[in-house]
């Protein structure tokens, strides 16, 4: 648990609950001739706190959230969701990727009632129940008027923003996204990220967020955890004092941004 400052960037106050927690986790892959991916990582992830993932390429970044995920066995290590051990995926994590995770015979709204369709006994919704639920979050997503619309009639930031109300429906506590902007334009990009943040300030979900662009993390991290080179371990966690909101279109023009991009490259290069 991390002590200190009582807000974060938003202003609000922190809870100082630790909700996820890494303590020397450790990853090979290979038979024969194994690599070590990587070697005793360990950071927490406070709730309702928004982190940053970067490093080099190759230095673990995707392997660490799968893991966080449950998508992938520890070799050595723990990682905590509050207090319990993580072995496996669990329904208080949601998982956005960056190639977009829907089913391309389904529509919009299709693909968002998915995951709620498939409770069982006293956690199965009636049908009008997904239907309030869909409607929500696809207006939560910007994209009502096209509910009947299928993944191949959509652009890429549409798509993703499926891919997000997705990951929403069943209500997820923890959001984890790798680099799930990464294969948009650079228009699409940052209106994604204007989204995320919108989002973020008003559901307050504690996000791991992967990424390669040192301008994302900074605009969109209450703290970066940069990663070395592979194998990858932790070379520093570095708060984001700057005060949202922060997507304005200005706040990176200014020499505090510009200052703690310049840090956060200089890690990951040195």
């Known amino acids: 648990m991390r002590g200190g400052g009582a807000c974060d960037a938003r202003g609000f106050v922190l809870s100082l609950v630790t909700r996820i927690s890494l303590r020397h986790v450790r990853k090979t892959f290979g038979g024969d001739s194994p690599v070590l991916a990587l070697d005793g990582v360990s950071f927490d992830v406070e709730q309702g706190e928004f982190v940053s993932v970067i490093g080099p390429s190759g230095c673990g970044k995707s392997t660490l959230l799968y893991m966080i995920g449950g998508l992938l066995p520890l070799d050595d290590g723990t990682i905590l969701d ?80 499926v891919a997000i109300a997705s990951c929403l429906a069943t209500d997820p506590d923890i959001l984890l996204m790798d680099e799930p902007f990464g294969a948009l334009d650079a228009q699409t990009r940052l209106g994604m990220q204007r989204e995320l943040a919108r989002l973020h300030e008003r559901m307050h979900k504690t996000v791991v967020f992967v990424t390669h662009d040192i301008r994302e993390a900074v605009l969109l991290s209450d703290r970066v955890v940069v990663l070395s080179r592979r194998p990858g371990t932790v070379r520093a966690v570095v708060p984001v004092p700057i005060p949202r909101p922060r997507t304005g279109g200005t706040v990176e023009f200014t020499a505090e941004f510009s200052d703690l991009a310049r840090r956060l490259s200089e890690l990951i290069d040195s």
Do not use: C, H
Request: proline residues 6%; without cysteine; glycine residues 12%.
């Open 82 to 161: 509050g207090s319990v051990p993580v072995t496996e995926p669990g329904p208080d994590r949601g998982m956005v990727f960056q190639e977009f995770a829907l089913f391309p015979w389904l529509s919009v709204a299709k693909n968002v009632a998915y995951g709620l369709t498939l409770g069982t006994g006293d956690r199965r919704l009636s049908r009008d129940a997904i239907a309030r639920r869909v409607a929500e979050l696809v207006s939560l997503v910007g994209l009502e008027g096209f509910e009947d619309r299928k993944p191949d009639q959509l652009s890429g930031g549409m798509k993703q923003r």
